[in-house]
């Protein structure tokens, strides 16, 4: 069954209050305690991965996958297969 409209009430998560360019998400998942997402292609955290709680709202993290290797950037989407999470990668196009 849904809840009326007048029993819900939602809550807004602004990235950017964290990191300036936290901007153009739109792909995400979640384990049950947290919250993932991960950047759309053009935004300016393209290799930023958020992770908030979903218990205390406004507490976010943030995993930046350049760190550990300058091509991770620039994602398709993600996943989770229950235990682990995934990112897909936009595939470079080399000329």
Excluded: Q
């Amino acid at each position: 069954s849904s809840l009326p409209c007048a029993a819900w009430s939602p809550e807004v998560l602004d990235l950017t209050a964290t990191d300036s360019s936290l901007r153009r998400y739109n792909n995400g998942f979640t384990d049950g305690v947290h919250g993932f997402v991960v950047p759309f292609r053009g935004s300016p955290a393209r290799s930023k991965v958020v992770r908030f709680s979903l218990a205390a709202f406004g507490v976010v993290e943030v995993l930046d996958l350049a760190t550990a290797h300058a091509d991770l950037r620039g994602f398709n989407g993600c996943f989770t297969d229950g235990v682990y999470g995934y990112v897909v990668p936009i595939p470079a196009i080399r000329t």
